[in-house]
Structures are given as structure tokens and as C-alpha cells.
């Protein structure tokens, strides 16, 4: 089938909309109209080359959702019209890891950065019109109008599902919410700290308030971010992560933050320091942003880590198993507890979806939407 998507040829370089032909799902496979798609900051950490793919081109986009064209052969579970929510990492429900409750770190998504089929590294679902074969960022490509994606990398939800919001499911809100509640494990009347209120921290924000965070503090150095942050349940909203230590501790008899959580856009090991520094004794850290792959190292104290029992942990999806936790954070949004609109500050086609990126650089959208 004929369709267009944005790709990168190159890292670093620009997304361009190119025509590409999209396989027929094979057994196992579905293919999707897609209806939307969220600009999250890891695309663009792969046109940066923060990110570097194992095949060039790549067609962007992980954060989707979209109706069901066709199915294929012998394959069960889905039928053309259904709605679905993809999930940035797939779930194959059989590995140690699925079947444990830990299905963000299946072992399929050792390919998400090669993106051809999880059973054959050389098997590209999109192709250029020269024949040339095109990866799928993280397996699933949401930048294209169509796309066929394996079934372990989507979620069925109800008919009645907004999907133009619940595209945001599919990475922001299971990665920031799920940073809270999941893996910083947030309690009832913790003092929080969230570093970088985009996307992903936006989502963060309402992860603590749901845990019972009494004090949840956002740091951005965009007024625009902090305000909408406190618009979404955040308690105090600081310019930097200084003036949130400081703020912690004046909450805690100087102890400091029970949870610090970084989302910020480009992380940096000084920024984990900060947040390091930011936490009582037995405090922990939240790692979830990420930055180029070659940076290595976290300049904390290490003294400061085995005497206070500091802890730091990488959070990947918020810890969370989409199979589960997809419906789960629907059912709130749905019951009017999670905000999803709030954070859709504008919406493009997909042909202006490098105004989307320069709009998210500027610091003027919590999270830019493609339309299609
Ligand atoms: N671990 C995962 O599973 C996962 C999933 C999705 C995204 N991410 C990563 O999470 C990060 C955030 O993504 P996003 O889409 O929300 O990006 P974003 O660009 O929408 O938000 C980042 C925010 O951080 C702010 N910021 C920058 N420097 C800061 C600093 N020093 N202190 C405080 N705030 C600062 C920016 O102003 C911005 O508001 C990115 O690195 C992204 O790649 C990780
Ligand atoms: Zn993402
Ligand atoms: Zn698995």
C-alpha cells in the first residue's frame, strides 16, 4: 500500500516526507491508518544522532495511535475498524521479563533500534519507491499515514476512544506517569521534584499527585511549562533544580526530596548529579531522560551514595507493561483523573512536522500532535 511518512536519511539531518510502500501484514502483523501522533523529544534525539539507528533510512515516530486496515493471515486478536493504541515497546507476553510484570523491558526490544521484524534483522516492513528497505523507529513508525506493525506492538482499546488524545498512551503518559507511581515508587505525603516539565515530565507530575506526593515540585526554565505544570496538579514551580533543593528541604527539616525525576530534554550526567544532590538520605532519583549514546558517567559524590543509601535508578516507559497499564491509564483519562487534552498544545500535518520540532525547541508546546 502507498503511503507517506516522514524519515531521516541521515544522523544528524532533518525529517522529510517521502512516498513509502507499506508491506501487507504478514501472520502476525496488522496494518493501521494512522490518526495521530505525538512529537516526543526521542525522535528527535535520533535526528540529532543521539540516538543512532542501525539502518538508515528510518522512518520516525513511536508515540501512535490509529484503526485497523487489515490483518494477517492466521492472525488472531485484531479485526479491520478496531482501534489501537501502539505501544513504543513490544510485548511478546512469553520472555522472562514479560511474564515477570516487567514488559517495558521485553526481550524484543533488542531490535527496536534496528527496526525491521523482531524474527528476521534483515525483513524491513517499508520501503522506498526505489525498493530501498526503511526502518521503523522503534518497530512501528507512527510518522507514516500507514504502517504495518507486529501484533506485540499494539494495544486494542474501546470504539469510543479519542484517539487524537490517546496517541499520547502510547509513550508520554505510561513513560512520566509511570516514572512516579512505578519506579520511583512514590508515597503518600513524599516530596517530589520533577526536572523538565515537557511531555513526559507533565505526565510525571500527575504520576506523583496520584501517589499522594504532598509536595510535587516542578523545575523548567520555561514559564510556560511551570505554569502548566501547576495547571496539572504540581504544588510549587521553580526555574531551576537549585531553587527546588532548596525548596525540598525547606519542606522536610532540610532533609531534601524523598523522589527526584528527570525528564529533562538532553540529559547530561551533571544533571543526575543535580537531582543526586536534591534527595534526603535514602532518597532516590528517577533517570528517564535520555541524551547522546556515547556520554558515559555521573559525577555524585560516592561517598555521599553508600553513606545515605542514595539511590538511582533508570526508568525505561516508567516501568510500566503496556498491556496492562495502556487500559489502565485510559480508564483514568477516560474517568476524568488523568489529563491528556492539557497537554496537546498544537496539532500539524504531517508535512509541518518540522514546525512541530522547532516549536518543541523553542519551548512553546508541553507536547506537539500530528494530525493525519
Ligand atoms: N526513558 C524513556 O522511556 C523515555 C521515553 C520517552 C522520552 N524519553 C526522554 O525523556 C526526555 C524528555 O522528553 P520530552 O518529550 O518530555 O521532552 P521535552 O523537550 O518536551 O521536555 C523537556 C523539558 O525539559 C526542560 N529542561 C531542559 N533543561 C532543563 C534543566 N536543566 N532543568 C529543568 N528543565 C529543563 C525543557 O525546557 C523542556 O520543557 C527526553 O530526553 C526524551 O528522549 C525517555
Ligand atoms: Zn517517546
Ligand atoms: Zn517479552
Same mark, same amino acid.
Given at each position: 500500500?502507498?503511503?507517506?511518512?516522514?524519515?531521516?536519511?541521515?544522523?544528524?539531518?532533518?525529517?522529510?516526507?517521502?512516498?513509502?510502500?507499506?508491506?501487507?501484514?504478514?501472520?502476525?502483523?496488522?496494518?493501521?491508518?494512522?490518526?495521530?501522533?505525538?512529537?516526543?523529544?526521542?525522535?528527535?534525539?535520533?535526528?540529532?544522532?543521539?540516538?543512532?539507528?542501525?539502518?538508515?533510512?528510518? *522512518?520516525?515516530?513511536?508515540?501512535? @495511535? +490509529?484503526?485497523?486496515?487489515?490483518?494477517?493471515?492466521? /492472525?488472531?486478536?485484531?479485526? &479491520? !475498524? $478496531?482501534?489501537?493504541?501502539?505501544?513504543?515497546?513490544?510485548?511478546?507476553?512469553?520472555?522472562?521479563?514479560?511474564?515477570?510484570?516487567?514488559?517495558?523491558?521485553?526481550?524484543?526490544?533488542?531490535?527496536?533500534?534496528?527496526?525491521?521484524?523482531?524474527?528476521?534483522?534483515?525483513?524491513?516492513?517499508?520501503?522506498?519507491?526505489?525498493?530501498?528497505?526503511?526502518?521503523?523507529?522503534?518497530?512501528?513508525?507512527?510518522?507514516?499515514?500507514?504502517?504495518?506493525?507486529?501484533?506485540?506492538?499494539?494495544?486494542?482499546?474501546?470504539?469510543?476512544?479519542?484517539?487524537?488524545?490517546? *496517541?499520547?498512551?502510547?509513550?508520554? @503518559? +505510561?513513560?512520566?506517569?509511570?516514572?512516579?507511581?512505578? /519506579?520511583?515508587?512514590?508515597? &503518600? !505525603? $513524599?516530596?517530589?521534584?520533577?526536572?523538565?516539565?515537557?511531555?513526559?515530565?507533565?505526565?510525571?507530575?500527575?504520576?506523583?499527585?496520584?501517589?499522594?506526593?504532598?509536595?510535587?515540585?516542578?523545575?523548567?526554565?520555561?514559564?510556560?511549562?511551570?505554569?502548566?505544570?501547576?495547571?496539572?496538579?504540581?504544588?510549587?514551580?521553580?526555574?531551576?533544580?537549585?531553587?527546588?533543593?532548596?525548596?525540598?528541604?525547606?519542606?522536610?527539616?532540610?532533609?531534601?526530596?524523598?523522589?527526584?525525576?528527570?525528564?529533562?530534554?538532553?540529559?547530561?550526567?551533571?544533571?543526575?548529579?543535580?537531582?543526586?544532590?536534591?534527595?534526603?538520605?535514602?532518597?532516590?532519583?528517577?533517570?528517564?531522560?535520555?541524551?547522546?549514546?556515547?556520554?558515559? !558517567?555521573?559525577?555524585?559524590?560516592?561517598?555521599?551514595?553508600?553513606?545515605?543509601?542514595?539511590?538511582?535508578?533508570?526508568?525505561?516507559?516508567?516501568?510500566?507493561?503496556?498491556?496492562?497499564?495502556?487500559?489502565?491509564?485510559?480508564?483514568?483519562?477516560?474517568?476524568?483523573?488523568?489529563?491528556?487534552?492539557?497537554?496537546?498544545?498544537?496539532?500539524?500535518?504531517?508535512?509541518?512536522?518540522?514546525?512541530?520540532?522547532?516549536?518543541?525547541?523553542?519551548?512553546?508546546?508541553?507536547?506537539?500532535?500530528?494530525?493525519?
Amino acid at each position: 500500500m502507498r503511503s507517506r511518512g516522514a524519515v531521516l536519511r541521515h544522523a544528524p539531518g532533518k525529517f522529510e516526507i517521502v512516498d513509502l510502500e507499506v508491506d501487507d501484514p504478514r501472520q502476525n502483523e496488522i496494518r493501521v491508518k494512522m490518526v495521530a501522533s505525538g512529537l516526543c523529544h526521542s525522535d528527535d534525539h535520533m535526528a540529532t544522532g543521539d540516538l543512532p539507528v542501525a539502518l538508515y533510512p528510518v *522512518c520516525g515516530g513511536h508515540e501512535g @495511535a +490509529g484503526i485497523v486496515e487489515s490483518v494477517g493471515p492466521h /492472525t488472531t486478536g485484531f479485526v &479491520p !475498524g $478496531d482501534k489501537v493504541v501502539f505501544s513504543f515497546l513490544p510485548a511478546c507476553g512469553k520472555c522472562r521479563w514479560c511474564s515477570t510484570g516487567h514488559q517495558n523491558l521485553c526481550d524484543l526490544g533488542a531490535l527496536a533500534l534496528v527496526g525491521s521484524r523482531w524474527d528476521d534483522p534483515t525483513s524491513f516492513r517499508l520501503k522506498l519507491d526505489d525498493g530501498t528497505p526503511v526502518a521503523q523507529a522503534l518497530g512501528i513508525s507512527t510518522f507514516s499515514e500507514y504502517t504495518t506493525v507486529s501484533v506485540d506492538s499494539a494495544i486494542k482499546v474501546p470504539a469510543d476512544t479519542p484517539l487524537e488524545r490517546a *496517541c499520547l498512551l502510547g509513550c508520554a @503518559a +505510561g513513560t512520566g506517569w509511570g516514572s512516579a507511581v512505578n /519506579t520511583g515508587e512514590v508515597k &503518600p !505525603g $513524599d516530596t517530589v521534584i520533577i526536572m523538565g516539565v515537557g511531555g513526559i515530565g507533565s505526565m510525571a507530575v500527575q504520576g506523583a499527585v496520584h501517589a499522594g506526593a504532598a509536595q510535587v515540585i516542578a523545575v523548567d526554565p520555561v514559564a510556560f511549562k511551570r505554569e502548566t505544570a501547576e495547571a496539572l496538579g504540581a504544588t510549587h514551580s521553580v526555574p531551576s533544580i537549585d531553587a527546588a533543593t532548596e525548596l525540598a528541604q525547606s519542606f522536610t527539616n532540610g532533609q531534601g526530596a524523598d523522589v527526584a525525576i528527570v525528564t529533562v530534554g538532553v540529559i547530561h550526567g551533571e544533571h543526575v548529579a543535580q537531582a543526586f544532590a536534591s534527595v534526603r538520605k535514602q532518597g532516590t532519583v528517577v533517570v528517564t531522560a535520555l541524551g547522546n549514546v556515547t556520554e558515559v !558517567g555521573i559525577p555524585v559524590p560516592l561517598l555521599e551514595l553508600v553513606l545515605f543509601e542514595k539511590k538511582i535508578k533508570g526508568s525505561l516507559f516508567g516501568s510500566s507493561s503496556p498491556n496492562a497499564d495502556i487500559p489502565r491509564l485510559l480508564g483514568l483519562y477516560q474517568s476524568g483523573m488523568l489529563r491528556l487534552d492539557e497537554l496537546i498544545t498544537t496539532e500539524y500535518g504531517l508535512d509541518d512536522i518540522s514546525r512541530g520540532y522547532e516549536d518543541m525547541h523553542a519551548g512553546t508546546n508541553i507536547r506537539g500532535v500530528i494530525r493525519f
